[in-house]
């Protein structure tokens, strides 16, 4: 025990020390903010909406009032532009019944904003009902994707962070030292392990408070966060043996961090049934997890299944890495 906490202050003392660690712990920080200051014009409500020509010119005066109407000729081409990247509904008429299409994506605040005054206009007419069709997939939000983003970054810049200060260790020959002593390799990992975790659960709890305030349930973040500790030390294992400097290091963070955070971002683009593909990666099931606090998607038992996943496949993967990183470094 003595060891892994003399590892843990220097590691710290380290930290402080060094200008480029501390730009890594509080980047994400700045950036949260600037998201904070910047999403609010993004999903700022701009009431729009799209018409089949179909629909009686004296609803599309009514509707006209609320925002603006583009007009298309058929129903195909006001699905098509639906299924866009913004919020806005469209509206068809079929057999004198008027159907109101979202994407399915829409944050409820514009929902609310759309229902009562489509309501309150096509049911003046008793003969006319209005329905709403869900079409697409539920995409997640911009808001709720860079949140996860974000708190994917605390994880790997947590794994960075401890990543340097084995380079320091290997840069002046202090790990030559730690492998005549008594030190073990469990140690040495359990004591990156903490260092990567505890800035990991900083940064991440820090860049959610600011992103999103209160409004998920913390207890989960900080589940996800500590269930993600042996994936933080793989990256700085990783980042450590790739490695020599810190010149060096930046190149690692580029061939490493894409993949972390890319390939799980990629789910949102592919077929459910693909991704089988993603289910070896640790890294999918922290993003399926985030997406479950932040976009309120899947069930709590299926949250709770992507965290034990989550820490069983990170963990087989750490036992196989210091395996062969122990010869690297020359631990016991």
Request: proline share 5%; aromatic share 8%.
């Amino acid at each position: 025990m003595r060891k892994i906490i003399s590892i843990i202050k220097k590691d710290f003392a380290l930290s402080l020390r060094d200008n480029i660690v501390i730009y890594i712990i509080i980047a994400p920080l700045l950036l949260a903010l600037a998201i904070r200051m910047f999403l609010p014009s993004v999903d700022e409500i701009k009431l729009s909406f799209v018409m089949e020509e179909s629909i009686p010119s004296s609803y599309m005066e009514e509707i006209q009032k609320f925002g603006d109407v583009e007009v298309l000729p058929t129903t195909d081409a006001v699905i098509e532009r639906v299924g866009q990247s913004d919020a806005i509904p469209g509206i068809i008429l079929r057999d004198n019944v008027v159907k109101v299409i979202f994407e399915g994506n829409e944050p409820q605040s514009i929902l609310n904003s759309y229902t009562p005054i489509l309501e309150s206009i096509f049911n003046e007419n008793p003969q006319l009902n209005i329905t709403t069709r869900q079409v697409g997939e539920n995409q997640p939000i911009l808001y709720g994707v860079m949140t996860i983003i974000i708190v994917m970054t605390a994880i790997f810049l947590g794994g960075t962070v401890s990543g340097f200060n084995i380079i320091s260790e290997k840069d002046t020959n202090v790990i030559r030292s730690m492998a005549v002593s008594p030190l073990k390799m469990r140690d040495f990992v359990i004591a990156r392990g903490i260092i990567a975790t505890s800035i990991s659960v900083v940064i991440g709890l820090l860049s959610s408070l600011i992103l999103v305030g209160f409004a998920v349930d913390f207890s989960k973040v900080l589940l996800l966060l500590l269930a993600s500790s042996s994936m933080a030390v793989i990256i700085s294992l990783l980042i450590g043996r790739i490695a020599n400097n810190q010149i060096n290091s930046i190149a690692a963070i580029k061939v490493v961090m894409p993949v972390f955070i890319t390939l799980p971002l990629a789910s949102l683009f592919i077929p459910k049934v693909w991704h089988l593909v993603l289910y070896p990666l640790p890294n999918y099931w922290a993003f399926i997890g985030l997406q479950h606090i932040f976009l309120s998607e899947g069930s709590t038992s299926w949250f709770y299944i992507s965290i034990a996943m989550l820490f069983l496949i990170s963990n087989i993967y750490l036992v196989a890495i210091s395996k062969i990183m122990k010869k690297h470094f020359g631990l016991r």
